[in-house]
């Protein structure tokens, strides 16, 4: 588990991510400095990537990460939630409107053009110059998965996206296993995402951060991480063998997952690591020790200029 180091907490997180080769990922653009999954969003972030007031912070902001999921009739839109109740104060779900009903609510919700929801085949000219993005595929029990596959075919094999340095992610073992079977999607890269299952496993973790040592230390945890139920329905300890398994090419944790014996485990057998979704900074450090391939943030300006 990761471990309070005063000699990590004085040294800045970009000369950290300088001397440890992590990289920066904009989480849902940048959800905690404009609105997630948004236009408005992927533009502050990709000129964040290109105009950073140093050549170490420019060259650390390298992707972005973002969701997607299917409308009732097929399409793909940029969106996390189920509903559209948190961002645009309605309740129906996704997956009961047409791409054009979610586009003219989000567009009425919201003063600004550039806060409505995008669809997956809008997105190529946001995602230029990148060199990492992982684009996450939402699913859930009345998933149709004949649909989705289909779906994601139709905008992958478009050149302005498939030429893009996509890593197609999803905690869904199923859909992971067809894209593995599929002629054409196989061929894009894909991650492993991980999570608990255990909702006192999240709160135990989340609260021993670094940056607050008054908070309980991971080693005082009632629950036994090691042995934990996680998303995959295996221990933790199997995640490595369950992403390569299903051709996975890297594996995305909850944060406070990682340690140091998962990080070699990723590395012995070439998976890139990507931790979600870290936003304080003395954390951020810690996984950078530790060899995490990416961090995801809410954050990517502060970060920048730690």
């Not at 992971?176 to 991980?194: C, I, M, N, T």
């Not at 309980?216 to 295996?234: E, H, L, V, Y």
């Not at 995305?252 to 990080?263: A, K, V």
Request: charged content about 20%; glycine content about 4%.
């Amino acid at each position: 588990m990761l471990v309070q180091s005063q000699r990590v907490f004085m040294t800045s997180l970009a000369t950290l991510l300088d001397t440890y080769k992590t990289y920066l990922l904009g989480h849902r653009g940048a959800r905690g400095e404009q609105l997630e999954n948004t236009k408005a969003g992927f533009i502050h972030t990709r000129q964040l990537s290109q105009k950073s007031t140093s050549h170490l912070a420019k060259s650390k902001l390298v992707g972005i990460e973002f969701d997607v999921q299917l409308t009732l009739d097929g399409k793909l839109v940029v969106f996390h939630d189920e509903n559209l109740l948190r961002l645009f104060s309605h309740q129906s779900r996704i997956d009961q409107l047409t791409a054009a009903q979610i586009q003219r609510i989000s567009s009425s919700a919201r003063a600004e053009k550039s806060d409505s929801i995008l669809l997956l085949q809008q997105m190529p000219k946001h995602l230029k110059g990148y060199s990492h993005i992982e684009l996450e595929i939402k699913t859930h029990e009345r998933t149709n998965y004949a649909q989705l596959i289909q779906s994601l075919k139709q905008c992958l094999v478009n050149p302005n996206l498939s030429s893009l340095p996509l890593t197609l992610t999803s905690f869904d073992i199923r859909l992971l296993e067809q894209l593995q079977a599929d002629s054409v999607l196989s061929h894009f890269k894909r991650g492993l995402l991980v999570e608990p299952t255990c909702p006192q496993l999240t709160i135990d973790l989340m609260r021993s951060p670094a940056l607050n040592p008054s908070k309980r230390p991971i080693t005082d945890m009632k629950i036994d991480i090691k042995n934990a139920a996680m998303s995959t329905g295996q221990p933790l300890a199997d995640t490595v063998l369950i992403a390569l398994r299903l051709g996975c090419s890297s594996i995305g944790l909850f944060y406070p997952l990682f340690d140091s014996n998962l990080i070699a485990q990723c590395q012995r057998y070439g998976l890139s690591s990507t931790a979600w979704t870290v936003n304080d900074v003395d954390y951020a450090k810690q996984l950078t020790k530790l060899g995490v391939s990416y961090l995801i943030t809410d954050y990517p300006t502060a970060f920048l200029h730690n």
